[in-house]
């Protein structure tokens, strides 16, 4: 028999006006912390965030983000929390800056509260962190033991940031429901060490149909900057139901594709979800994935404006050359294209990559028109 495990965190908590209650959510854990944050919404959020802390006696120790969760990053981090005595971690902020918060408490050996101010990726509720060098290029996946503490997500927070954060979460939880498929096509183990279950390809399904049914509302009204029903909805699926999901679902194709893209210094600018998105094109290409389906995700994406081809992502020289690069880099030891069904080797995802490319270019002019 398949021995299949779910992994998520110990609480997930979102709703309008969480930021101001984080200081009772985290007391029960511990009275003294080390804060690390993004810098810019520290220049929005710290006096809330300190006087949240304060009302419920949690002594901080607020540490601004470097901007990449390098080993270099983590290090400095956990030197500091440690010499404030910390007795947990708060992550507030992206993906990134969640990602070495994670890190520094398992280093640490301490507990960890994740919130993100975004919901441009899966990162919060997950028991990984992404390691990228301090020059931004992807290294390495760490695992850890246990998943966040907690997770808390307040909705008008995230309604306030760029609507381009909010449509990059899409493109990272579009993936979702695809890479678990092929995982599970493939017999293949999930993050979560195991085999995927039934339970996980549902979450992730229901992530796929969420976005489709939503993920258009959603990027409107927060636009606005306001929250709607279709906001809470998204917010949870790119931020709960992806975690859980890839976690448990596994990894395939479109991220292994992002990772190849970070060697080409032109796509740095590009969040995470966005080359997630590209990536899963090219994963879609790789399964002759038939057509309405390659037309309800590139619809998605082209509507809710995330990246549909290579020039969108700013690759737009030497294409074949480069993509030979990305296509190595993306079928590296280790990584996640390992997951995919069949032997898939570094020819087939250049050609699925000019492909995704083509196919992505001819919809655009084809809208056009």
Known sequence: MQTIAIQS???Y???A??????GAHVSPLADNVAVLADKFVLSILQDK???SLNASGVRHTIVPFNGECSRTEIERVKNIAEQNGAKAVIGVGGGKTLD???AVAYYAGLPVVVCPTIASTDAPCSALSVIYTDAGAFESYLFFPNNPERVLVDTEVVANAPVRLLAAGIGDALATWFEARACANSGSDTMAGAKVSPTALTLAKLCYETLLENGRKAVSAVKDKVVTPAVERVVEANTYLSGVGFESGGLA?????HNGLTVLPETHHNLHGEKVAFGLLTQLMLENADNAELEQVV???VDVGLPVTLAQ???TENIEAKMRQVAEAACAEGDTMDNMPGNVQPADVYAALLAADRFGRDYLAKSAR
């Open 253 to 257: 194709g479109a991220h292994s594709v």
């Open 100 to 102: 070495a918060a994670k």
């Open 313 to 315: 992502i700013g690759v």
């Open 9 to 11: 965190p110990g609480k």
């Open 299 to 301: 619809g998605l994406c």
């Open 13 to 15: 908590i979102q709703g």
């Open 17 to 22: 006006g969480l930021f101001g209650q984080i």
């Open 49 to 51: 965030l300190s006087g």
